[in-house]
């Protein structure tokens, strides 16, 4: 008798594990609209935390189906119009009496604005270490390699799955988050 119980408690806990799990189908199904489209734009206020300070700024944002992304600041006004380009090799700034200028995170890594690159680029291909529901929308967990150390992404969605809110931690510290805006996928 004991073995039946113990074999009718395994096939009851095995059969719970294969249950779909919704959030990361919704998940897999943003990534390829992501992958799928021409590109996406938004709009981001990004927060960069250097523990003892911290900057805001605002950009405007575009993501092409290569991996590139350009951008322009829009806030604050004193530095609005500053444009720049980031791409896989690095980036460019353009502007005219301004110029960006932020400490660098992560060790000497990571610019503040290449935030939207790193969310854009995490979140098109990054691994999805965990997802669950989040209110109406959803939260994911997303590493931005395989390394030892991964830069951690976390994203939040609405109820129709658009990114709404993301951080970007490195070595277990939050150091720079993005709300993010009217984003559309091309």
Known sequence: MKRWIGFFLC???LTGCSGENS??????Q?????TEAKGCEFDCIITADYAEVSYT???HCQFDERGDLTFQVTEPESIGGITGKIDG????LTFDDHALMFQLLAD????PVSAPWIFMK???GGYIHACGKETEGMRMILHDSYEEDPLQVEVWTDAADNPIYSEISWQGRKILSLRVSNFLCL
């Open 57 to 59: 700024f605002g950009l």
């Open 89 to 92: 090799d690095g980036g460019k």
């Open 122 to 124: 995490t979140l098109r």
């Open 11 to 13: 096939l009851v806990l």
């Open 23 to 28: 959030e990361l189908t919704r998940a897999m």
């Open 108 to 111: 000497g890594y990571i610019s």
């Open 30 to 34: 943003l990534r390829k609209k992501l």
